[in-house]
């Protein structure tokens, strides 16, 4: 027992680290090429902190350990509405871009509507079980390519995020040091998410709980600490509008690209009790939209930021009654 939590906590530090060091990598050699900081904002690093998502529902897909695979995604997405955007509210005032309440959360929105859809083959067409197979994947791929045009689209237009994207200086590094920097952070990645899953199947197995309950609670709370860390401290710098996007955008790549490619390397089974789950998602968009039409200047206050907070705290009651 010991040994699989001390590897469990070890999975999510090599995650975590492994991304950082891989984004960092990537950077160094992509600034070589001339790649502009705002192309590698909006490509590198918004992959590299859903990287930890990615790895862990990648082996859990592989591993046929469903209930992991998509408790991890949807977990993440509500830690990081409430959770995150609680927080990071809780710490500063997050003004919101009209961009993001009018295109960037409806997008979200839509992103949850064409998963709930994908996954519910038993409940619309009546079929034995419920898949996300490898057509629904490519699906949600072709979903993100168009999600990654538009992000391009905006960046061109508003030129205040790319002067905010200039001010972040790219670490400059040798090309060969880039490299072991890349390959190490993709080792990490790798044994950290596979110490994770082997991990959590072994906490189901022992204590009687479900795949699904394991990665909707702690996995996706740890594969969140980049969004986390990314956006508490954009909004301790006042860069409020970064820290909304950063979750915002965090979720859409989540259920686009992570849940895409996951299925696309196995098609993953579906539990229809992880349609509560869905819908408690789709409802915390909603109620983000909520806080910022009501908060003053499109913001999301402190007091709407513990709001947040008090209704995660909630639903993490919820999991565990539900067990």
């Known amino acids: 027992m010991f040994i699989s939590i001390l590897f469990f906590i070890l999975g999510f530090i ?15 050699i992509a600034k070589k090429f001339g790649i502009s900081n705002l192309v590698i904002g ?16 990648a082996i859990a897909a592989w591993d046929e350990s469903t209930g992991i695979a998509l408790g991890n995604i949807i977990g993440s997405n509500i830690s990081n509405t409430l959770l995150i955007l609680g927080t990071s509210a809780v710490i500063t005032p997050l003004v919101v871009k009209k961009s993001t309440v009018s295109k960037e959360i409806p997008l979200s929105l839509l992103a949850i509507l064409a998963v709930a859809f994908l996954v519910n083959d038993q409940l619309i067409d009546g079929t034995a079980g419920s898949f996300l197979t490898r057509i629904d994947g490519f699906i949600l791929i072709l979903f993100f390519s168009i999600f990654i045009y538009y992000t391009f689209g905006i960046s061109k237009i508003h030129s205040s995020l790319v002067e905010e994207l200039k001010e972040e200086k ?21 044994f950290g998410g596979r110490w994770i ?84 998602l789709f409802l915390s968009t909603i109620l983000v939209l909520f806080a910022v039409f009501f908060g003053s200047k499109s913001t999301i206050g402190k007091w709407e930021g513990a709001s947040l907070l008090g209704v995660y705290a909630c639903y993490v009651v919820f999991l565990i009654i539900r067990g």
């Not at 090599?14 to 160094?28: C, H, M, N, P, Q």
């Not at 909006?42 to 529902?57: K, M, N, Q, R, Y």
């Not at 509008?241 to 790549?253: C, L, M, T």
């Open 170 to 190: 790219v670490k400059k590094h040798k090309t060969w040091s880039s490299v072991a920097m890349i390959f190490t952070g993709l080792v990490c990645l790798y």
């Open 197 to 280: 899953v082997d991990s959590a199947i072994f906490f189901a197995t022992s204590f009687g709980l479900s795949e699904e309950f394991i990665g909707l609670t702690i996995v996706a709370i740890g594969t969140s600490l980049p969004e986390l860390a990314a956006s508490a401290m954009a909004a301790y710098r006042k860069h409020t509008d970064i820290a909304v996007g950063n979750v915002i955008g965090s979720n859409i790549f989540n259920l686009f690209w992570v849940l895409g490619v996951s299925s696309i390397i196995n098609p993953i089974s579906y539990n229809p009790i992880l349609n509560t789950d869905i819908i408690i």
């Open 14 to 28: 090599f995650l975590v680290k492994g991304a950082d060091i891989l984004v960092e990598g990537s950077s160094a």
């Open 42 to 57: 909006l490509t590198i690093v918004a992959f590299g902190t859903s990287a930890p998502e990615l790895i862990v529902s």
